[in-house]
Each structure stands twice: as structure tokens, then as C-alpha cells.
């Protein structure tokens, strides 16, 4: 059985930093990109940050491009997403999701990241 199991999310203040884990069960971790999602209250989910397999090359939505920062670790079937001068707008549950080339997908079931003063 396929699980994405996040943790990390907590309340930080702005210009603080966080850093949110993805640990993968279940699948050949290698075979997958790695992505992190994140939902506001009343907002559609939105894509962050993207790090492909193999190549490792990363993508990232404009709004956190120079403070955040995507990374895996393959021996260990984890993915990071390092969060740098937060702001407000950064409050949201964060998710993790993993595509295979093969088109299999899979989505984590969230953690929290809340900034306020």
C-alpha cells in the first residue's frame, strides 16, 4: 500500500523558516517526481514546487521563487520543501504528490502551516 506521509507543518512567524518532510512507503521512490501542493481556506490548490526524478530538476511557482526550496533524498524516499521568509500569504495545508511516468499518482493527506505573528 502506497502512502506519503508529511510532517513538519507548524505555526511560524513571518521571516521565519520551516522545513516539511514527505517520507514515501510503498513505491519505488526513484520512479516518481516529487511535488509539493498547498490549499488556503476558500482557494484552489496550487502547485509550489516540483522536483523531477532522475534529472532532479526543479520547478517552482513564481510566488515562492527565492525562498523556497525543493529537495529528495532517494535513499531515504523523502521529500523536502524548505520554507524560507515566510509570509501570511504562505498560510496553508501543504501536500505532497508523486507522479510516475507511467502516470500514477499519489497524494499525501497534508500538514499545516500557519504564519501569524
Known amino acids: 500500500q502506497v502512502q506519503l506521509v508529511e510532517s513538519g507543518g507548524a505555526l511560524v512567524q513571518p521571516g521565519g523558516s520551516l522545513r516539511l518532510a514527505c517520507a514515501a512507503f510503498?513505491?519505488?521512490?526513484?520512479?516518481?517526481?516529487m511535488s509539493w501542493y498547498r490549499q488556503a481556506p476558500g482557494k484552489e490548490r496550487e502547485l509550489v514546487a516540483t522536483?523531477?526524478?532522475?534529472?532532479?530538476?526543479?520547478i517552482y511557482a513564481d510566488s515562492v521563487k527565492g525562498r523556497f526550496a525543493i529537495g529528495r533524498d532517494d535513499v531515504e524516499s523523502t521529500a523536502y520543501l524548505q520554507l524560507n521568509s515566510v509570509e501570511p500569504q504562505d498560510t496553508a495545508m501543504y501536500y505532497c504528490?508523486?507522479?510516475?511516468?507511467?502516470?500514477?499518482?499519489?497524494w499525501g493527506q497534508g500538514t499545516q502551516v500557519t504564519v501569524s505573528p
Open positions: 510503498g513505491l519505488t521512490f526513484t520512479d516518481y517526481s
Open positions: 504528490h508523486a507522479r510516475s511516468s507511467r502516470g500514477a499518482v499519489y
Open positions: 522536483i523531477e526524478t532522475f534529472t532532479h530538476r526543479t
